[in-house]
């Protein structure tokens, strides 16, 4: 059974870091793109991040950019989101995501993911 989970999330003050791992189980998933996506309460799902299978591509939303930041370990535990100076606004679940056939075009998008993880909470007090 294909499995993700996330871990690393907790309550942090504004401006402080977090890193928040995926560990996958069940498959292989060095060939797959994967992601980090959050959802804060009253509040869509957002994409945060993306990686390349190769980890030669990364991709952010506009939010983040210059403050986070996405790597894969394809031989230990897959995938990181390093979350920098966060601000209270980032307060959310945030998910890890796997996709086998994601074109660069389509990384924000969460219904081209197979695999979703259960989340893990961040909360940034101010």
């Known amino acids: 059974q294909v499995q993700l989970v996330e871990s690393g999330g907790g309550l942090v003050q504004a401006g402080g870091s977090l890193r928040l791992s995926c560990a996958a189980s069940g498959s292989t998933f060095s060939s797959y793109t994967m992601g980090w996506f959050r959802q804060a309460p009253g509040k869509e799902r957002e994409f945060v991040a993306a990686i390349s299978w190769s980890g030669g591509s990364t991709y952010y939303a506009g939010s983040v950019k210059g403050r986070f930041t996405i790597s894969r370990d394809n031989a230990k535990n897959p995938m990181y989101l390093q979350m920098n100076s966060l601000k209270p606004e980032d307060t959310a679940v945030y998910y890890c995501?796997?996709?086998?056939?994601?074109?660069?075009?389509?990384?924000?998008?969460?219904?081209?993911?197979?695999?979703w993880g259960q989340g893990t909470q961040v909360t940034v007090s101010s």
């Open positions: 995501a796997a996709g086998a056939k994601i074109r660069p075009g389509t990384v924000v998008a969460s219904r081209g993911y197979d695999y």
